[in-house]
């Protein structure tokens, strides 16, 4: 393989199919000696594609070069979609490529397949881990083979784009508690959803949902003045989704709320639970609606805290 031309600052990075007129270019990439051990050569990876009927090939390029290979499939079981196969050519490592590859992928699958749901594997000694987690990864504690699983759930932006053209505000929380997720996605699920964490009304539960949750949904506050939310999505005891569903200056003054729940195992044997929600305030109600959201979800995680500090004993 001749060395490569040094990839010019401005020249985009794309993924393009494997064809019979790049696959040697993929076939030829390099990694470090150190990287050996946690991937395999890219020839490997053709095969697999090729003849595993999973796995879909892309090569990464920048300009007119090869520079790195990656793949997908998706999970018939779950419909999550898989990464996997992530190699830059040594030549152009630590400029941003590998991180720019998995965003646009991802970017990719949400908008062209409607994936939201993804998942990857590695080895826990792999530095490539580092990256993943950046990214939103969170180990879930599955495992497959000698590699740990980690899943990121996207949030779905077309509600907020449809909404009204206010501009959207995110606002994120991460907690750590003492017990494993299975018992933090129940203490979860009863004090705060149907508890309502004790402060205020006590939520009705007007649906309950599958098994997982997902379908349960609740009012907070009595008649058509109760605010209502649903749990639309649930991979119990990973993640959740939920939105409120009749927003409205007599209910929460919001034109799109969503909120997705996270609860990621730990090394010690706990869970990081990370509260995202994505919202759009009605004209003029923007510092209310940001000021009563912090204060509810931040009561809520004292609540679930505490909670897992007591049953973890």
Not at 263 to 279: H, K, P
Request: glycine residues 10%; charged residues 25%.
């Amino acid at each position: 393989m001749k060395e490569p031309a040094p990839p010019a600052g401005t020249e985009r990075l794309a993924l393009t199919p494997v064809t019979a007129d790049n696959w040697r270019a993929v076939a030829e990439i390099e990694v470090t000696e150190e990287q050996r051990a946690f991937v395999a050569a890219p020839t490997r990876y053709l095969a697999l594609c090729v003849y595993g009927g999973v796995w879909r090939p892309l090569a990464v390029r920048v300009g007119d070069r090869v520079i790195g290979f990656v793949m997908w499939a998706v999970d018939p079981d779950d419909g999550s979609c898989w990464l996997g196969g992530l190699i830059i050519d040594r030549r152009h490592q630590r400029q941003g490529h590998g991180r720019r590859t998995l965003e646009t992928l991802m970017e990719r699958l949400a908008s062209e397949h409607g994936h939201r749901r993804f998942a990857l594997a590695y080895r826990p000694d792999n530095p490539a881990k580092r990256l993943y987690q950046a990214l939103g990864f969170r180990e879930t504690g599955e495992v497959d083979d000698d590699e740990v699983v980690a899943r990121l759930w996207l949030p779905e932006p077309s509600d907020a784009r449809r909404a009204g053209g206010g501009r959207v505000r995110t606002l994120t929380w991460l907690r750590r508690v003492d017990t494993p997720p299975e018992v933090t996605w129940e203490a979860f699920f009863t004090e705060l959803w149907v508890g309502g964490a004790g402060y205020g009304p006590r939520p009705t539960i007007e649906e309950s949902g599958d098994a997982q949750g997902a379908g349960s949904t609740r009012r907070i506050g009595v008649g058509a003045r109760g605010v209502r939310e649903r749990i639309v999505a649930a991979e119990r005891p990973q993640r959740l989704e939920y939105r409120v569903v009749n927003p409205s200056w007599r209910t929460f003054p919001v034109e799109h709320h969503v909120g997705t729940v996270a609860f990621a195992a730990t090394e010690d044997g706990g869970t990081e639970v990370r509260w995202r929600v994505e919202l759009v305030p009605k004209r003029g109600a923007g510092l209310a609606v940001w000021a009563a959201t912090r204060f509810v979800i931040g009561r809520y995680l004292v609540v679930l805290e505490r909670r897992c500090a007591n049953g973890a004993r």
